[in-house]
């Protein structure tokens, strides 16, 4: 188990490494001149090569990364150009809203998609089966921002039961906060459920045909006995990593539904670093998501050896 906890932290700071690389030269490959941007059409030549001295823009390449990432290793995500504070505040102020909305997408997928598959996998071919299995279908091709607007018709201009958009700060209390992001993480979870859901049925319905299965049923036990007690913890393997990549979806890609209910994330934040030419900002943010996204699979790498140990001792080749 060491063994492989050490492989597994290793990919994951190599991975790192080579995200961070990219991300670099993806960001400065981008047209425009943020000092140019930030003083404006007609600045002064001389107080524009000042500013771009100060900035380091006109440091060699391989210069500005290390210095880049040198910073990054002691926490220190650089100064934004445009808004002038460290982009660290930024980034934690931001995370305070999209890491709930994450959180609170993924526990409603949760909550809609396992009951829903589980009562399809127990009837399988039946009806009720058919009836699910076409309204997920149905959930999936449904674009969530068109969705979202849906639900603000619905919601907000005809019940009035929520806001629009815009988000209060869990300073304003928790459930104001709370229910700020209840549309939103609604339109992020109804398409995630459909998706789970399909895979979770598919697993059980595999699972439910093991022998092990057969046995248990022969010793008396009724379907849902079965479900629960046995199948239910070896279907989770492939149903996992859908978790997995669903909140890394719900964490860096919501920047969508950040913007139709106006909601200060790190999507948003990211959408106007690219507008003003905030590089720093950009840079930054896109490498807390993709540390997110490599620590969460990790995670999920490491809840299926809780789930079935033997993944580990065959993980020993890789």
Known sequence: MTAWLARRLLSLVLTLLAASVVIFLMIEVFPGDPAAFMMG?????????????????????LVRYFSWIGA??????????????????LITQRLAVSLPLAVFALILSIIIAFPVAIFAASRAGKPGDTLIMGTTQIGIAIPNFWFAMLLVLLFSTTLRWFSAGGFPGWQAGFFPALKALILP??????????????????????????????????????????????????????????????????????????????????????????????????????????????????????????????????????
């Open 41 to 61: 059409l007609n600045a002064d030549p001389a107080a524009l090569a000042s500013l771009q001295e100060q900035l380091g823009l006109n440091d060699p390449l």
């Open 72 to 89: 990054l290793l002691q926490g220190d995500f650089g100064t934004s150009y445009t808004y002038r504070v460290p982009v660290g505040e």
């Open 185 to 318: 993480a609604l339109a992020l979870a109804v398409p995630q459920a459909a998706i789970l859901a399909r895979i979770m049925r598919a697993a059980l319905i595999e699972t439910l045909s093991e022998d092990y299965v057969r046995t248990a049923r022969a010793k008396g036990l009724s379907r849902g006995q079965v479900i629960w007690r046995h199948a239910l913890r070896n279907a989770m393997i492939p149903v996992l990593t859908i978790i997995g990549m669903q909140f890394s979806f719900l964490l860096a890609g919501s920047i969508i539904i950040e913007n139709v209910f106006f909601l200060p994330g790190l999507g948003r934040l990211v959408f106007q670093g690219i507008i003003q030419r905030d590089l720093i900002v950009v840079k930054s943010v896109v490498v807390v998501l993709v540390f997110a996204v490599v620590l969460i699979t990790f995670l999920v790498d490491l809840a299926y050896v809780l789930i079935d140990p033997r993944l580990s001792k065959r993980g020993k080749g890789t």
